[in-house]
């Protein structure tokens, strides 16, 4: 394919070359990093900021103060970002494909690269929801309710965004 000439070795052409994603991964698992943007991290860090924002906050209003456990809800906000925006991106690349091929700045995304089939991008969509829910199991049922409530936000948001100016 021609993108996959203009973009070396089926390098995003709206990514910053050289990110870690394209320098220390496997070539094998390119791809679905990409798709993940996981060689672009705002979106991991502006889910998990509030996060722990909030944790933060939490424990300073405890008598009890910093506890044990708090480490793992600390991790478990940390991988649970990373591994949902991974999923939310995925959905859109998958809803997006037809547009994004025929975009110069997204024609050389995984799926409308030919990179990565759409069945392979729901299962690494899968694969990456799947996760995160587990991780989402071993917390408050509070925060689980409202993280699965916060899924159906990500579900539409590709669809959304063509008749809204978000």
């Known amino acids: 394919m021609a993108d996959r000439a203009r973009t070396p070795e089926g390098r995003v052409a709206d990514a910053v070359a050289g990110n870690w994603v394209d320098r220390l991964a496997p070539a094998w698992a390119r791809p679905y990093l990409r798709l993940s943007r996981a060689d672009r991290p705002i979106g991991t860090w502006l889910l998990l900021l509030p996060c722990w924002w909030g944790l933060l906050l939490a424990i300073a209003a405890d008598p009890a103060g910093w506890r044990p456990e708090d480490v793992w809800i600390f991790a478990g906000c940390a991988?649970?970002?990373?591994?949902?925006?991974?999923?939310?991106?995925?959905?859109?690349?998958?809803?997006?494909r037809d547009f994004d091929a025929r975009v110069e700045r997204t024609r050389?995304?995984?799926?409308?690269?030919?990179?990565?089939?759409?069945?392979?991008?729901?299962?690494?969509?899968?694969?990456?929801?799947?996760?995160?829910?587990?991780?989402?199991?071993?917390?408050?049922?509070?925060?689980v309710a409202l993280g699965i409530a916060s899924v159906l936000l990500v579900a539409i948001y590709p669809f959304a965004k063509r008749f809204t100016w978000w």
Do not use: K
């Open 108 to 143: 050389s995304r995984p799926i409308p690269s030919g990179q990565v089939s759409v069945r392979a991008a729901l299962a690494w969509m899968a694969v990456q929801a799947l996760l995160a829910f587990a991780i989402l199991l071993t917390f408050h049922p509070l925060a």
């Open 79 to 96: 991988a649970g970002a990373f591994l949902m925006r991974g999923a939310g991106c995925t959905w859109n690349d998958i809803t997006d």
